[in-house]
């Protein structure tokens, strides 16, 4: 398997700026069907937000425990609370059922036309 490549910090600015458009766009009050697309991807049940920052929490608090020279109790506590963070992030996954709740409930709504 190939070696990933290293992301950038310019390609995390990336991220978290269209993060930020996402969350720039919600607050112009666009219709729930312009916005249930976004929050289909957003909260992915495999490739969503909630499961890729927990993946990345748990990951950086693995390194931090393997790289400390000396394990004090200051390192102890970020570890401890990067795998905090990485499981309430993980938990939040949940929300994409959610999201296809909102779907079936929009299509609902929408049904058959009476004319």
Do not use: C
């Not at 991220?15 to 697309?37: G, K």
């Not at 950086?60 to 570890?79: C, D, F, N, P």
Request: glycine share 6%; aromatic share 4%; no cysteine.
């Amino acid at each position: 398997m190939p070696t990933p490549f290293a992301p950038s910090a310019d390609d995390v600015t990336q991220a978290t700026a269209t993060l930020a458009q996402v969350q720039n766009y919600l607050h112009t009050n666009p219709s729930v069907a312009d916005v249930l697309p976004l929050l289909a991807e957003l909260f992915d049940e495999d490739t969503g937000v909630p499961i890729l920052l927990g993946d990345i929490l748990r990951n950086a608090a693995r390194l931090i425990a393997q790289e400390a020279k000396a394990e004090s109790g200051e390192t102890h506590l970020i570890v401890a609370g990067l795998r905090e963070a990485a499981q309430d992030a993980t938990d939040w996954h949940v929300l994409h059922w959610d999201v296809q709740r909102l779907n079936a409930h929009a299509g609902e709504s929408a049904g058959p036309s009476a004319s």
